[in-house]
């Protein structure tokens, strides 16, 4: 790996903070709906949406507590340069969302003609159930929750674009694959091999956003990439329900 500054060491220990946030944000996540679900805002269906939505805001001021220096001073910067960034960044996303649907076709179509991404399938699944928590988690939420984990925690650790990009992106595509697969033993792994495809669309869009933060130096250039290709993915889930009715 292509690590900037003098001490290797230095830089293994931002990369296991790192992970150690991510972890701790998959550990936490569910943590909190659980404590949440024990009180009477579980027996009503506004309640259900309030449990999930409260507890990922309640992530989202930690990540925010970790990171803000990064946070603001790219916040007041993007409000001067978004156009120049965005700019120069949404033809990095365009090439990586390309990859994603042309691999996802691929797999969906003529590897596993009878499925989707677990992690797809659980987004419609929670859409359909949850849909005022998941619209604004999966547009909003979401997107900058997984920035300053993927992006910002790793950043420091590389001087190299493609390696950056690639580790992150790696990163980015393990937590979605991984989390939908039900089970690690040999046996279920062997059956749903197929399930480990999806680490190339995912993989894409991840390489695409960790290249758009390397290159300007700006979280919310990837943010904003993030939050409009989340929100593009939900419309077109979307569409069909809304077209109907």
């Known amino acids: 790996m292509d690590f900037e500054g003098k001490s290797i060491f230095d830089k293994m220990v931002i990369i296991m903070l790192g992970v150690g946030i991510i ?14 679900s024990a009180t009477p805002l ?5 309640g259900k949406n309030i ?31 978004y156009k120049k960034y965005l700019k120069k960044v949404i033809p990095y996303w365009v090439i990586g969302f390309i990859i994603m649907m042309f ?47 993927f992006r910002v925690s790793f950043r420091k650790a590389f001087s190299n674009i493609i390696v950056y990009s690639l580790f992150t992106g790696l990163f980015f595509a393990a937590m979605h694959v991984t989390t939908g697969i039900e089970s690690w033993h040999i046996s279920y792994l062997l059956k749903h091999w197929q399930e480990l495809l999806y680490f190339i669309p995912y ?7 960790g290249y758009s933060f390397y290159k300007t130096d700006n979280i919310f250039s990837s943010i904003s990439l993030h939050v409009m ?15 109907g009715a």
């Open 229 to 243: 290709h989340n929100s593009l993915t939900v419309l077109l889930i979307l569409l069909p329900s809304i077209m």
């Open 103 to 149: 691999s996802n076709i691929v797999i969906n179509l003529i590897i596993t003609p009878d499925g989707m991404a677990a992690n797809e399938a659980a987004n419609r699944n929670i859409l359909g159930q949850l849909p005022i928590y998941s619209v604004i988690s999966m547009c909003i939420i979401g997107p900058i929750c997984e920035e300053l984990m």
């Open 51 to 81: 449990i999930f939505l409260v507890s990922e805001i309640l992530i989202l001021a930690c990540l925010i507590a970790i990171f803000h220096k990064r946070f603001f001073k790219d916040f007041k910067d993007f409000k001067k340069n």
């Open 203 to 209: 993989g894409s869009i991840g390489f695409a956003l």
């Open 42 to 46: 579980a027996n009503s269906y506004i």
């Open 23 to 36: 972890a701790l944000y998959m550990a936490f996540s569910p943590f909190l709906i659980t404590v949440l």
